[in-house]
């Protein structure tokens, strides 16, 4: 069942900013990963979708009805984790829970308080005292109690520790195999990796299929401190993009097999190397290139 279907969407602010002819379908017990840098739209899109921002061009189909036709009814399927955090009310969660559970005039106490306990949140703290990482994953709770058939979320993992994303994934991987569909904008590359069927890259406005490139290649963010100074010459290699460079020292973005970068750097009069996993933001140079 197809639960997302955009056809030619067009949501632009100025010449330069927003999205432009967005094709994409989304199936159930599937997670569609869309990355990009700050401000390449990919909040717009969400918005898009669950009818926040009213689209210039083209048509939104959800779980086969339209949203400015039957909003109510829709929404209740529908799970999102905005790129804002929630006003939340002073009170404590077990007095929120009521106050859900009314709204939906169902009893989603149990879902709730599993979520909670997964999460290791206490059911009788106030919500005004809960630190920032722990307003997140009541956020993701919001968003997912009630196990939607589409689920839209927005940097989940910000404010989150190793420990909550491992749980974080562990619930979307079951939500999917239930039957949601996920879309997940993030700029954490292994958390996306994890969990997505298609990977996307919003960039100029427009959307570009990266999953073959992403899957193919083993990005690496390397820092390297030398005796002696370093010019964008000597780091003329293969597989390497966004070289910066400052004085002895230089830090790049490579894609390749290590062996050869590392027999390629010992050629220099190297003091330290540091190898990290980067962010999404600092491949998307690389992965440019190669499409």
């Known amino acids: 069942m197809k639960n997302l279907i955009i056809n030619n969407l067009s949501k632009m602010y100025n010449e330069q900013k927003g999205i432009k002819d967005i094709n994409i379908t989304l199936e159930d017990k599937r997670c569609m990963a869309i990355l990009g840098k700050s ?72 879902n709730i308080t599993n979520y909670l306990n997964s999460f290791n949140l206490d059911i009788n703290q106030n919500i005004y005292d809960l630190s920032s990482g722990e307003k997140q994953k009541l956020s993701l709770i919001l968003a997912f109690f009630h196990k939607p058939k589409l689920l839209l979320l927005d940097e989940p993992t910000n404010y989150l520790d190793n420990n909550s994303i491992h749980t974080l994934t562990n619930i979307l991987k079951q939500l999917k195999y239930e039957g949601t569909s996920i879309i997940i904008v993030s700029h954490s590359l292994n958390f996306t990796i994890d969990l997505a069927d298609d990977i996307y890259l919003l960039n100029n406005n427009t959307i570009l299929d990266i999953k073959n490139k992403i899957m193919k290649k083993d990005y690496k963010k390397v820092t390297i401190a030398l005796k002696d100074m370093i010019t964008y010459k000597d780091l003329n290699l293969k597989g390497l993009s966004n070289i910066s460079l400052n004085n002895e020292t230089a830090s790049f973005i490579y894609a390749g097999e290590m062996t050869y970068l590392l027999k390629k750097l010992s050629n220099f009069n190297l003091l330290d190397i540091e190898i990290e996993s980067p962010t999404i933001e600092e491949i998307i140079g690389g992965l440019l290139n190669d499409l």
């Open 39 to 110: 401000g390449s739209g990919k909040s717009t899109l969400l918005k898009c979708i669950i009818n926040e921002l009213a689209v210039d061009t083209g048509k939104i189909t959800i779980l086969n009805g339209n949203l400015k036709d039957d909003y109510t009814n829709i929404m209740r399927d529908i799970g999102y984790l905005p790129d804002y955090p929630y006003n939340f009310p002073s009170i404590k969660i077990k007095d929120f829970i009521k106050t859900i559970n009314k709204y939906y005039n169902l009893d989603y106490t149990l």
